[in-house]
């Protein structure tokens, strides 16, 4: 992720590597061995949910985009975005707002794994209609996908199920510190990049807090009768991948309005989710 100067350039992805390395570990030692079974008897509930975050979102975006007439560029960063699924922070953000602890991280695997497959076929879709050149190849997807998020989840998944004990007496510490390097990394990117996400303007702001809002809905209303699971395939289809968004605008020489976009919206997903977040809390409690 290029900056614009203001930090040194290695600094933000060194940051981004470590948190989410931590992030995804966390999350696989918080997963217990067996629950994937609760989401094996229930494959409509699950391929709902994938419809949610695959499908639905980017016609949603695209809809929003047309309806809006915004400028080309962001446009163009708007679709970026809700082609990326598997938001790093997704299963956290989910399981903190009263997520179903089985169907989350089985919703986040199976979202990161199917990225592969259906960002390139959305970006070619796209494309078409643009009349541009955009391309990703598969194998850059899956490098990113499998270095950043699957990897560390599954050494976490396997430290659960070989080494409980070490896994018990770990996990509060790698809770601790995943959210300390989270908070540093939104900091960072708060200053490296704000100038960016503040110019990209008030229709795009609106367009994407409409999307995320929308997201959030189609993923309450396809994520089944139990609010557990309601609650992590909204998140799910909410929270968009910015590392997969910016590899693609990066491989096909994007210019810096689409990047600019793309900031922006992570920036306004993450306090609408946030508030979000807060609201599923609230109710938790109170019921």
Do not use: C, K
């Amino acid at each position: 992720m290029p900056g614009t100067g203001v930090l040194p350039q290695w600094l933000l992805p060194a940051m981004a590597v470590a948190a989410i390395f931590v992030v995804m570990l966390d999350l696989g030692v918080a997963i217990v061995p067996g629950e994937s079974r609760w989401v094996a008897r229930r494959p409509a509930l699950l391929a709902r949910a994938l419809f949610a975050v695959l499908v639905a979102v980017p016609a949603l975006a695209w809809i929003i985009a047309r309806l809006a007439d915004l400028p080309r560029e962001v446009e163009i960063g708007i679709m970026l975005m809700a082609l990326s699924p598997g938001a790093p922070v997704t299963l956290r953000r989910s399981i903190a707002a009263g997520g179903h602890p089985a169907f989350a991280p089985a919703l986040q695997i199976a979202v990161t794994a199917l990225a592969v497959i259906t960002m390139p076929l959305w970006i070619a879709a796209f494309d078409e209609y643009y009349g541009g050149s955009a391309t990703i190849e598969p194998r850059h997807l899956a490098h990113q996908v499998l270095v950043a998020q699957l990897a560390p989840l599954a050494l976490g998944m396997l430290l659960r199920r070989s080494a409980p004990g070490l896994a018990a007496r770990i996990a509060a510490r790698l809770h601790q510190l995943g959210g300390i390097l989270l908070s540093m990394l939104v900091v960072l990117a708060l200053i490296d990049f704000w100038p960016q996400v503040s110019g990209a303007g008030l229709r795009a702001i609106a367009a994407i807090v409409a999307l995320s809002i929308l997201a959030l809905a189609v993923g309450s209303l396809l994520g089944g009768p139990d609010p557990a699971t309601r609650t992590a395939t909204a998140i799910a289809a909410a929270l968009r991948n910015p590392g997969l968004a910016l590899l693609v605008a990066t491989l096909n020489h994007a210019p810096a309005r689409v990047n600019a976009t793309v900031l922006a919206y992570v920036v306004v997903a993450a306090l609408t989710v946030f508030i979000y977040v807060a609201w599923r809390r609230v109710s938790t409690a109170v019921a």
